[in-house]
Nanobody, 125 residues
Framework: QVQLVESGGGLVQAGGSLRLSCVAS????????MGWFRQAPGKEREFVAA????????YYADSVKGRFFISRDNAKNTVYLQMDSLKPEDTAIYYC??????????????????WGQGTQVTVSS
């Protein structure tokens, strides 16, 4: 079973930056497409960003495009989410996710088979 552990969340003021990390166990990490989702209080979990297994292609929600950047280091079994120009509306619990095989749209939760515990990001005004 793959385990995902996020870190890097915290409190930051609007306009600041934060980098989230997600470390995955398992020896086939490089084969997984990875995604980041977030969930704010009272709202459904929403797609944030995704990256293909070799890191050649990235995808972003319109709300974060140009501000957030996803990357991965397969040698370290780690995926990152660099968040710049943070806004109060970015406040949410952020979740790292991984698929076990190519199974569908990276924008949809059901595509992913493994999830981290989440890390809280709070952006103050």
């Amino acid at each position: 079973q793959v385990q995902l552990v996020e870190s890097g969340g915290g409190l930051v003021q609007a306009g600041g930056s934060l980098r989230l990390s997600c470390v995955a166990s398992g020896r086939t990490f490089s084969s997984y497409r990875m995604g980041w989702f977030r969930q704010a209080p009272g709202k459904e979990r929403e797609f944030v960003a995704a990256i293909t297994w070799r890191g050649s292609f990235t995808y972003y929600a319109d709300s974060v495009k140009g501000r957030f950047f996803i990357s991965r280091d397969n040698a370290k079994n780690t995926v990152y989410l660099q968040m710049d120009s943070l806004k109060p509306e970015d406040t949410a619990i952020y979740y790292c996710a991984a698929e076990s095989y190519y199974s569908g749209s990276l924008y949809e939760e059901r595509t992913y088979d493994y999830w981290g515990q989440g890390t809280q990001v709070t952006v103050s005004s």
